[in-house]
């Protein structure tokens, strides 16, 4: 079994066919049910309107993935514009679920960053400082998951996706600047999403 990343970016005005779809779209993914790490919708900042859809699972082959990217109901009723589909490595060694935090009070962010080619190395060699830095600055206990993106075959580094509960837009800000990776120029584009825990309600 391996992990990836799937990021589904709606089309604009796709709202109402995502709802006449919602349940044929849960009743594909209770098949996953066991399988997923994090799942959740992107939301504009009005915190209601979805932008798009995250997941992070585990399967066990080309075809699998294939299936749960191009099969599910919503990229076969057109809701979506594109579909990014990426290996993943869990860092962090637990699910969304073993998270609780304060949904509350606090805000959450998915931040998803493509990688430079060739950047490999160069993250190699930051790795434990990047680990470091986000225990040293407290953002360590704020991450719902965390891990790299990586190529098809898992060996090199393309990227990151991180989910993580902050008090603002601001703060992910901050806790960016200063990462390793981003102050290396590691990232040819990073994206930061408010997104929330998905799944049935």
């Known amino acids: 079994m391996m ?4 990021y589904c970016h709606d089309k604009p005005n796709s709202g109402e066919l995502r709802k006449q779809i919602v349940e044929a779209h849960w009743s594909f993914m ?20 979805q932008t798009g859809s995250m997941h992070i699972v585990d399967l066990p082959d080309e075809e699998a993935v294939r299936v749960f990217a191009f099969e599910e109901p919503n990229y076969k009723a057109g809701v979506y514009s594109d579909v990014f589909v ?5 860092e962090l060694g637990r699910t969304m679920w ?3 935090g304060d949904p509350e009070h606090s ?3 998915l931040i998803f960053g493509r990688g430079k080619p060739g950047m490999s190395e160069a993250r190699n060699r930051l790795r434990e400082a990047r680990r470091l830095y986000f225990i040293e600055k407290g953002y360590e206990e704020h991450f719902i998951a965390r891990g790299p993106l990586l190529s098809d075959d898992g060996n090199q580094w393309a990227g ?5 509960e902050l008090p603002d837009r601001d703060s992910v800000g901050a806790m960016l600047a200063d990462d390793p990776y981003v102050r ?5 584009r990073i994206d930061v999403h408010l997104w929330r825990f998905g799944g049935r309600r």
């Open 3 to 6: 992990e990836y990343f799937f």
């Open 30 to 49: 209770d098949a996953y049910s066991s399988a997923f790490v994090a799942r959740g919708p992107t939301l504009a900042e009005d915190g209601v309107s």
């Open 86 to 90: 990426s290996r993943w490595r869990n």
């Open 98 to 100: 073993a998270f609780k």
């Open 107 to 109: 805000p959450r962010f």
């Open 160 to 164: 990151s996706a991180m989910i993580v």
């Open 184 to 188: 290396a120029g590691l990232y040819e």
